[in-house]
């Protein structure tokens, strides 16, 4: 009596747990930064708040709209998987750098506004990265979706452009390539400068 007592029972707790919803868990994807890529961006968010000039170091013609002015990069924005940079050239405050971290790597893009917040047509350009890298710099080909939009306004010559960034304990650099074009500025990261006016079309 007592084998088919139990038999019964464990027969009713089979039918209840298959009577049961099943509950889907979501996974959230996981990043797939390497550790030189997170290492990299911690290391920029450790400026965050403070601001650093700059100098061209290498640069062309194509470059004068840099000569003679003061060039002021501010680690303004940061979160743990975004940085907000934004590049001052004088009185120009239409440029912020966007490191984002990926499901791939690390990606930035170039937010380019006008003084009245509105964003220019060529903007939120920029590239992926396409290795692991190092702790002190990192390379972002250009994307199909930035090479369209140059290609929409003229700009077919930038359609190779290659933007790299680097940072030791002294110096962060920013430095876009491609053929017969190497611009480059330096940024003492030793001597924290006053804080510039907000980027054009962010709070």
């Not at 004068?64 to 743990?80: Q, T």
């Not at 004088?90 to 971290?101: E, F, M, N, P, Y």
């Not at 170039?110 to 920029?126: K, L």
């Amino acid at each position: 009596m007592t084998s088919i007592l139990t038999r019964q029972r464990l027969g009713l707790t089979a039918l209840c747990l298959l009577a049961m919803p099943v509950i889907a868990t979501q996974v959230a994807p996981q990043s797939m930064l390497t550790q030189q890529q997170q290492s990299f961006f911690a290391q920029i968010a450790g400026h965050c708040g403070h601001a650093f000039a700059g100098k061209v170091v290498s640069g062309d013609s194509a470059d004068s709209a840099f000569s003679g002015k003061s060039l002021i990069m501010h680690v303004r924005e940061c979160s743990d998987t975004e940085l907000k940079i934004p590049f001052h050239v004088g009185d120009d405050h239409s440029r912020t750098w966007v490191i984002t971290k990926t499901s791939q790597g690390l990606r930035l893009k170039h937010d380019h506004r006008h003084q009245d917040g509105s964003e220019d047509a060529v903007t939120m350009y920029g590239g992926d990265t396409v290795d692991e890298g190092t702790t002190q710099k990192q390379s972002f080909p250009i994307d199909k979706d930035s090479i369209d939009n140059f290609i929409k306004n003229g700009l077919a010559q930038s359609v190779t452009n290659v933007w790299h960034m680097a940072i030791t304990p002294t110096t962060f650099s920013y430095q876009l390539k491609r053929e017969n074009r190497d611009f480059k500025v330096d940024f003492d990261l030793t001597q924290p400068v006053a804080l510039p006016p907000k980027p054009w079309g962010h709070d």
